[in-house]
């Protein structure tokens, strides 16, 4: 997922800064291997043509500091059209997602569904629960404004609606927050600590709520006077401390949003001149199950439920209580493929470490390997998960490294071989390449391909998913080239400063290939 560039600018300083220059992936000693099969037929002058064009852009001498992976091959009986460093790792940003979602409609099926259970230790009699609700989360990211036309307090209501639809009347007791689903910490290994404040690093829980962000939005007042700071969902557990000043227009912005880390104390400062933008944005929540039950608790209030106590939130770390085990109510979220679909397309970093988290649950734990030892983490068990699926869609078990379910990580390496092979096994041997298909994002139509290649014949036709972080850009997917031939294709881009030249080389790159009018396969 991109990190927007305006944010760098609106929120700096941090509390703590992290040097990233010897963070890229570094080039191979050896030279960079371009080639086609050897046991492959004489390849026409037409395919010939089109290799020679490929490698002359990627000669240019404006990408020679960087790292670059391109693999297009056949859909139809995987012959290479052509490839250069396909087998060397780079890393992927948000094409790591192409790993634990295909992987996750692979394991779980497109079918399987989230639930979100309400405990108590015995049923509402004359409307009353004698003791505390325990609210036990199994990572339904569905419970958002996202899902709900931008509703931020409609997806919590469904959970209020539950439990009212139980005849509870009254709680005389605590609304308990169960996290404990899930195990390990919160925030996946090797995310830098600058992301954690924004949506794209919010953390993981089994009670996931609004995505784990709250909206802030801070505006100019009169000269003089404060800025104006609103946050949505207004919440008990989430502050905001506003000392921005408005300053005469034309005067410097100096605008700075903080949030420390661990902590939902979001800190306003600087100066705002008359007539400025300001600032509209989210920001990332910590322990978000406190959230979720603290809306709980009020929409409850709201909707005329009675509740004597308090709110809390208890993880892997907590003793789980077992008196509290009656299901009162349970909420399901829709299927994973619409989740997929909610994941892919715009490309949401939280939704797809929940998934790789539950497959760590869901699948992970029950495999031979992970020998019934309770202290691997939910991630670890999700990873192993997803490099099984990659045996099974053929890919060298030395083909890629996985530290996260995102792309965040600067710590994941994939090559473009393994990502070639995701796509050919869901494209033609999964028994759920429809839902695979249809979580991809479509070049000129939606999702993060939305505005690249309109107006061109790969809108409409490019399907795939994008991949940004600083220094990283990746697209692999599908297309259909000019005569009429599918091809899958992977496009891994390091090193290259500039968003813009890595996005438009991967672009001119597939745009070569949607444009070939000959034969790719017999």
């Not at 406190?290 to 608790?297: A, D, G, N, T, W």
């Not at 192993?384 to 530290?403: E, L, T």
């Not at 869901?426 to 993060?448: C, H, N, P, Y």
Request: with cysteine; aromatic share 8%; charged share 20%.
């Amino acid at each position: 997922m991109m990190k927007p560039h305006f944010a760098r600018k609106l929120l700096l300083p941090f509390l703590f800064v992290i040097v990233l220059s010897g963070a890229i992936c570094e080039a191979p000693a050896q030279a960079p291997v371009t080639k086609t099969v050897s046991s492959a037929p004489a390849r026409s002058a037409e395919l010939a043509a089109l290799e020679s064009s490929i490698q002359a852009v990627l000669s240019r001498p404006e990408y020679r500091r960087g790292q670059i992976g391109f693999k297009a091959v056949s859909a139809k009986d995987g012959r290479v059209i052509f490839e250069h460093n396909p087998e060397k790792y780079f890393m992927p940003a948000s094409n790591m997602k192409n790993f634990t979602v295909a992987a996750a409609l692979e394991k779980l099926t497109p079918d399987f569904r989230f639930v979100t259970s309400i405990y108590s230790r015995e049923a509402a009699r004359d409307g009353t629960i004698a003791g505390p609700l325990r609210i036990y989360g199994r990572g339904d990211v569905s419970l958002s404004y996202t899902t709900h036309s931008g509703d931020y307090f409609k997806g919590i209501d469904r959970v209020a609606d539950a439990i009212i639809a139980a005849g509870v009347k009254k709680i005389e007791g605590d609304i308990i927050g169960d996290e404990t689903y899930f195990s390990g910490s919160p925030l996946p290994t090797g995310w830098e600590w600058d992301d954690l404040q924004f949506y794209y690093g919010a953390e993981v829980s089994a009670l996931p709520v609004n995505d784990n962000v709250v909206a802030l939005t801070v505006r100019p007042g009169p000269v003089g006077y404060s800025c104006s700071a609103q946050m949505t969902p207004v919440n008990l557990v989430v502050r905001v401390v506003n000392s921005c000043i408005t300053v005469a227009a034309g005067s410097p912005r100096t605008l700075r949003i903080h949030k420390k880390l661990d902590q939902n104390i979001i800190e306003i400062s600087g100066e705002l001149p008359v007539g400025n933008e300001g600032y509209s944005g989210s920001v990332a929540v910590s322990r978000p199950a406190e959230m979720f039950v603290s809306l709980l608790k009020q929409r409850l209030q709201e909707k005329g439920v009675e509740v004597t106590g308090r709110t809390y939130a208890m993880n892997d770390k907590a003793r789980i209580p077992t008196d509290i085990a009656f299901e009162l109510a349970k909420v399901e979220s829709p299927p994973l493929s619409q989740i997929a679909a909610m994941t892919m397309k715009p490309s949401q970093n939280m939704y797809t470490e929940t998934l790789l988290w539950t497959l760590g649950e869901e699948v992970g734990r029950k495999m031979p390997q992970a020998n019934g030892n309770r202290s691997r983490t939910s991630s670890e068990l999700g990873i192993m998960a997803v490099r099984d699926f990659m045996k099974q869609a053929g890919a060298a078990d030395d083909s890629f490294m996985q530290y996260d379910g995102s792309g965040l990580s600067r710590h994941n390496l994939v090559s473009p071989d393994s990502v070639i092979a995701i796509y050919d096994y869901m494209g033609k041997r999964s028994k759920f390449s429809q839902a695979w298909r249809e979580s991809l994002t479509i070049g000129g139509v939606d999702g993060t391909l939305r505005n690249r290649f309109k107006g061109t014949r790969g809108e409409g036709n490019v399907r795939g998913k994008t991949g940004t972080i600083n220094q990283v850009s990746a697209l692999s997917g599908y297309l259909t080239t000019t005569g009429g031939e599918d091809v899958i294709f992977s496009a891994l881009v390091n090193g290259i400063p500039e968003t813009r030249t890595r996005v438009a080389l991967i672009d001119e790159l597939v745009m070569m290939l949607v444009n070939f009018n000959g034969r790719v396969a017999d």
